[in-house]
């Protein structure tokens, strides 16, 4: 079946730290891999995709390689600011319609 | 940009009563879904509909119904609201059939069963 797992949080780092968010999957097929994040108050967003092997996805210095070795799609950031803090969802989709999600990790950043 | 959007921000209810959550979207998309957000456990897919009155039940559709009349409505309906429903429930539509089809998602309706 199809699955996602991701990082335990919450996460707190400091203004500045190098940010890692781990997830990997479970999949058949060949999925198309995204991280989407979640803001407070608001509903979700795609943060970045990639859609095989060993692309890159990338957004707002935020980057994640889709790796079928290791069935993994690491999040992570150089220098974190403090808006970034916020939920952050790993998610898989398959031929099909639906995405799968992970749990969450609440990313807090502290000045 | 597409935009979908959800009638309440925020509901509260009493246990029993009939809740209608509603969503619309202005771009045409043929799939449309209700998940349900949990601390602790993420996103869980209620129902998804890939066409009008079409519907398909997600992991978790005991206690929801769905109802899509028209392409760019999708409607969640709770027949008797309980508690163990109070949630966040987010709705979120995209384009039909296979490849990296991003979600677009409204931005939640917080539901409180009393």
């Known amino acids: 079946g199809n699955s996602v797992t991701q990082m335990e949080g919450p996460v707190t780092l400091s203004e500045e730290a190098f940010l890692t968010i781990n997830c990997t999957y479970t999949a058949t097929g060949y999925p198309s891999l995204f991280w989407y994040v979640q803001y407070p108050g608001e509903g979700l967003q795609l943060l970045l995709k990639a859609t095989k092997a060993d692309d890159k996805g990338s957004n707002k210095g935020f980057e994640a390689t889709y790796r079928k070795e290791t069935t993994s799609f690491h999040l992570e950031k150089g220098s974190v600011q403090v808006s970034d803090s916020a939920v952050y969802f790993c998610a898989l989709k398959t031929g099909a319609n639906n995405l799968f999600f992970g749990t969450g990790t609440r990313l807090t950043v502290i000045p | ?114």
């Open chain 2, 1 to 114: 940009d597409v935009k979908v959007t959800q009638s309440s921000r925020y509901l509260v209810k009493r246990t029993g009563e009939k809740v209608f959550l509603e969503c619309v979207q202005d771009m045409d998309h043929e799939n449309m879904f209700w998940y349900r957000q949990d601390p602790g456990l993420g996103l869980r897919l209620i129902y998804f509909s890939y066409d009008v009155k079409m519907k398909e039940k997600g992991d978790i559709p005991e206690g929801y119904s769905v109802s899509r009349e028209k392409k760019e409505r999708f409607s969640l309906i709770l027949e008797s609201a309980s508690t163990n429903q109070t949630s966040m429930y987010l709705c979120a539509s995209t384009l039909g059939g296979p490849g990296a089809n991003v979600l677009t998602f409204g931005a939640g309706s917080r539901l409180t069963v009393l």
